[in-house]
T-cell receptor
Framework: GENVEQHPSTLSVQEGDSAVIKCTYS??????FPWYKQELGKRPQLIIDIRSNVGEKKDQRIAVTLNKTAKHFSLHITETQPEDSAVYFC???????????FGTGTSLTVIP | GAVVSQHPSRVICKSGTSVKIECRSL??????MFWYRQFPKKSLMLMATSNEGSKATYEQGVEKDKFLINHASLTLSTLTVTSAHPEDSSFYIC?????????????FGEGSRLTVL
């Protein structure tokens, strides 16, 4: 199956600063890359996603970039706020397109 | 967005017993559902893909006789942990795609925390 690696595992930023989380994947056939936010004790929630025919996508303070050649994609959060503190997971869809393999997660802490 | 409901949210059982966890898509039909296991402060590990009307597809290293999956209808998939042992204690979470699993958005259930004594 697909192998997704995610870095860093923990990230602390000052409120207002930017946060960047990076992921790499192994299966070049993967074509869908979602990002999920999981707050403690809650279910993961989709925050942004990107498909392989697009290089960048932005939604307000959140953006995702994809480099298919290098097989890596990144999440960018600008003007971070304390409520952005959570664990973030990247995922790749795998060769079949319908099996989601998750990265190891990044625990983001935004310091007020 | 679409709603996926999981039950029970917490279950405690004795070693050797079996536990069934249900995953329901409440407002859409899900031909494909996914079962994940999550250890504390760890990532979601895909266990199996549940296909309505056919056998589930298990990931490498996941015992299919240990983790029985049944997807008998378009809105319900069940995971049964058979002969549970303390090492099976974990957070189990299901998900479904509202687009039939074709790289559509995944919606997650609330998760089920299993504790085996």
């Amino acid at each position: 199956g697909e192998n997704v690696e995610q870095h860093p595992s923990t990230l602390s930023v000052q409120e207002g600063d930017s946060a960047v989380i990076k992921c790499t994947y192994s299966d070049s056939a993967s074509n869908y890359f979602p990002w999920y936010k999981q707050e403690l004790g809650k279910r993961p929630q989709l925050i942004i996603d990107i498909r392989s025919n697009v290089g960048e996508k932005k939604d307000q303070r959140i953006a995702v970039t994809l480099n298919k050649t290098a097989k890596h994609f990144s999440l960018h959060i600008t003007e971070t706020q304390p409520e952005d503190s959570a664990v973030y997971f990247c995922a790749a869809s795998g060769a079949t397109g319908n099996q989601f393999y998750f990265g190891t997660g990044t625990s983001l802490t935004v310091i007020p | 967005g679409a709603v996926v409901s999981q039950h029970p949210s917490r279950v405690i059982c004795k070693s050797g017993t079996s536990v069934k966890i249900e995953c329901r898509s409440l407002d859409f039909q899900a031909t494909t559902m996914f079962w994940y296991r999550q250890f504390p402060k760890k990532s979601l590990m895909l266990m199996a893909t549940s296909n309505e009307g056919s056998k589930a597809t298990y990931e490498q290293g996941v015992e299919k006789d240990k983790f029985l999956i049944n997807h008998a209808s378009l809105t319900l998939s069940t995971l049964t942990v058979t002969s549970a042992h303390p090492e099976d204690s974990s957070f189990y979470i299901c998900s479904a795609s509202a687009h039939g699993g074709n790289t559509g958005e995944l919606f997650f259930g609330e998760g089920s925390r299993l504790t085996v004594l």
